[in-house]
């Protein structure tokens, strides 16, 4: 990068004037270029460098026009404005990383502003939220956000904050380059702690045929910035064995991946093997957050539904075959709008480490007797019963004459080695073109 970063720098300014303008003289002394921007819902400061003023010419509103709005309707006004402003300002490379100081309605506002910031573009809050559940903030970009102690006011305390969290933004915001073996193509792969040794050693297999890879955790945020990534073109290929967030989504649970999971990679014709990893449970807090349904069905012995602690912090509850036949008609109409290479792998004896026949330290159960969520097929003991209503939903809507999608049944659990290999093979071939549906 040539000369001195050029850092965005927002604040609704006028309230937190006095502390962004610290912000920005502090900038200025660590070797950046400040450019503020004011989200003012009420008065222009009138010395911001993008100013409350110009942002209303953009929305064709006046300043006094203000006055008679909400809070939230001003806010919105501003927010879109200066989301236009900043995403030109990106195009035409004119800023380098952004910094906001803000409450509740500056943090709201500010971070999604950086939301529209490119992945990899220095993104920074100070924000008094940040000690709480900041998940509405962060969402699934790569925002950092720090406690500044106090929301307004400059003193020997919060002047320390401020001069180092400026001096950051600008470190960050002219970091080294990067050398070229940082620019291998990317396969994303989806995991859960019951499907890690799948992933890991898949992982290992990409490494060694020259791919980098990223590993998201599938909780919900882990797969919608995947699939963001996937969208904006950093991706050449996708490992999601573990479609967990689709499950949750189905169902209703917590961690669920929204309803764009596992389109992104069908649309943009990204080369993609999917499996079932984790759709065998969903994922909740502590024990009293598990919904009292559920609960009422554990206790009846419906045949899946077991409640089982993951660790003191975490709960899971296994789904029961139904469950799983429903999961599968789903995913299976988001696969028939695939435009690459798609294949969708059926471990039959188990889809995670604790969905699983009996004690096998090496794919993650070490006992004593099946997993917690195993249910056998009464037909054949081996096989999973919810592997085989989860194929029969799949098969009555996926589209089989389709030349780039198949499915594809493998005696094997999850974990297996031979199964993770089977896979990543797989996509291996997808990569190189050498796939072909009928030899597969």
Same mark, same amino acid.
């Given at each position: ?226 699939? =963001? @990534?996937?969208?904006? &073109?950093?991706?050449? +290929?996708? !490992?999601? *064995? ?5 499950? #949750?989504?189905? %169902? ?109 330290? =090496? @794919?993650?159960?070490? &006992?004593?007797?099946? +997993?917690? !969520?195993? *249910? ?5 003991? #081996?096989?999973? %019963? ?55």
């Amino acid at each position: 990068m040539k000369g001195k970063p050029r850092i965005l720098v927002a604040g609704i300014l006028d309230t937190k004037g006095v502390e962004i303008r610290f912000i920005a003289d502090r900038i200025q002394a660590a070797g950046g270029k400040p450019i503020v921007l004011d989200l003012s819902l009420k008065e222009d400061s009138g010395w911001a460098d993008v100013t409350l003023g110009l942002l209303l010419r953009r929305t064709g509103r006046q300043p006094e026009e203000l006055s008679i709005l909400t809070r939230t309707e001003a806010s919105e006004i501003i927010v879109a404005a200066a989301i236009e402003i900043v995403v030109e300002m990106v195009a035409q490379k004119k800023i380098d990383g952004m910094i906001a100081s803000g409450g509740s309605t500056g943090t709201s506002m500010a971070t999604r502003i950086m939301h529209r910031l490119p992945i990899g573009m220095p993104k920074l809050m100070l924000s008094t939220m940040a000690s709480g559940d900041v998940s509405s903030y962060i969402g699934t970009r790569d925002i950092a956000m720090l406690y500044p102690i106090a929301e307004v006011g400059l003193n020997a305390v919060t002047r320390q904050i401020l001069n180092y969290a400026a001096a950051a933004i600008v470190a960050m915001s002219s970091p080294p380059v990067l050398s070229s073996e940082d620019t291998k193509p990317i396969i994303a792969c989806t995991m859960l702690g019951v499907t890690t040794l799948c992933v890991l050693r898949a992982s290992e297999h990409f490494k060694m045929a020259g791919y980098d890879v990223n590993v998201h955790h599938a909780v919900g945020a882990g797969g919608r910035s995947m699939e =963001e @990534l996937i969208t904006e &073109g950093h991706i050449a +290929g996708v !490992f999601d *064995v573990t479609t967990h967030e689709v499950g #949750e989504f189905v %169902l209703g649970g917590p961690m669920s991946g929204g309803p764009y999971r596992l389109t992104a990679a069908g649309e943009k014709g990204v080369p993609q093997v999917v499996s079932t990893g984790g759709l065998d449970l969903l994922v909740f807090g502590l024990p009293e957050t598990v919904p009292r349904y559920l609960r009422d069905e554990a206790e009846k012995g419906l045949p899946g539904r077991v409640i089982y602690m993951h660790n003191l912090d975490i709960t899971v509850v296994g789904t029961t075959p139904e469950e799983a036949f429903a999961i599968g008609r789903y995913l299976a109409e988001k696969l028939n709008r695939a435009k690459g290479p798609t294949v969708l792998t059926v471990p039959m004896r188990g889809w995670s480490a604790y969905d699983i026949a009996g004690p096998d330290p =090496e @794919l993650g159960w070490t &006992g004593p007797g099946p +997993g917690p !969520f195993w *249910v056998g097929d009464p037909s054949r003991p #081996e096989r999973s %019963l919810r592997a085989k209503r989860f194929l029969e939903g799949v098969y009555a809507v996926i589209d089989r004459a389709k030349p780039n999608l198949k499915v594809i049944e493998i005696e094997r659990h999850l974990n297996d080695p031979e199964f993770v290999d089977f896979n990543t093979n797989l996509l291996c071939s997808m990569l190189s073109g050498t796939w072909e549906k009928e030899k597969a």
